[in-house]
T-cell receptor, first 112, second 113 residues
Framework: QQPVQSPQAVILREGEDAVINCSSS?????VHWYRQKHGEAPVFLMI?????EQKGHEKISASFNEKKQQSSLYLTASQLSYSGTYFC?????????????FGDGTTLTVKP | NAGVTQTPKFQVLKTGQSMTLQCAQD?????MSWYRQDPGMGLRLIHY???????DQGEVPNGYNVSRSTTEDFPLRLLSAAPSQTSVYFC????????????FGPGTRLTVT
């Protein structure tokens, strides 16, 4: 089941904040976030695991609400370089890893 | 390291033609996968492999074949191209089946007329 992302698009000025949500109708094991710039390949941002563990290597934060099966990606004090399309990917369990299901993306545009 | 490489970068096919999209990685990753991305959409998993000699189907496998004879290479074969297969195809790899961080190749833009 494909996760649902909201909003579909966001336009910000530099320095403003944004929140991107990712919801699933199924119980999730993990949520992972990627950013894709126009014409390029997706790049991994972070992973959130059931139980609260979070792994990532960018200055972007996220949360995972297990009760609601929802993850939110927080981009604070946005920079021009944050522009791109953000995808969440979800896994229902860890035993058959590789079967990640991706949302349709949220396009973020940061203007000067 | 070159990372994940894909060839060709662009391809135009006529309906009914077959072709193979190439994917290679030099990171000694066990896990490799193929996705397609239609305009304005997310990534749809076509096939994946958890190691040499082992492949499995993803969400949208119809019309595609894969094989994994070596750790490095994971080609995707289109059996008889259809206009519905017009898309951007991404190959990705990760350390193993439990790794969350996937490394994506630059993509192949395929048009079927």
């Amino acid at each position: 089941q494909q996760p649902v992302q909201s909003p579909q698009a966001v336009i910000l000025r530099e320095g403003e904040d944004a929140v991107i949500n990712c919801s699933s109708s199924k119980a999730l094991y993990s949520v992972h976030w990627y950013r894709q710039k126009h014409g390029e390949a997706p790049v991994f941002l972070m992973i959130l695991l059931k139980g609260g563990e979070q792994k990532g290597h960018e200055k972007i934060s996220a949360s995972f609400n297990e009760k609601k099966q929802q993850s939110s990606l927080y981009l604070t004090a946005s920079q021009l370089s944050y522009s791109g399309t953000y995808f969440c990917g979800t896994r229902i369990h860890n035993t058959n890893a590789g079967k990640s299901t991706f949302g349709d993306g949220t396009t973020l545009t940061v203007k000067p | 390291n070159a990372g994940v490489t894909q060839t060709p970068k662009f391809q135009v096919l006529k309906t009914g033609q077959s072709m193979t999209l190439q994917c290679a990685q030099d990171m000694n990753h066990e896990y490799m996968s193929w996705y397609r991305q239609d305009p304005g959409m997310g990534l749809r998993l076509i096939h994946y492999s958890v190691g040499a000699g082992i492949t499995d189907q993803g969400e949208v496998p119809n019309g595609y074949n894969v094989s994994r004879s070596t750790t490095e290479d994971f080609p995707l074969r289109l059996l008889s191209a259809a206009p519905s297969q017009t898309s951007v195809y991404f190959c990705a790899s990760s350390y193993d089946r439990y790794s969350y961080e996937q490394y994506f190749g630059p993509g192949t833009r395929l048009t079927v007329t």
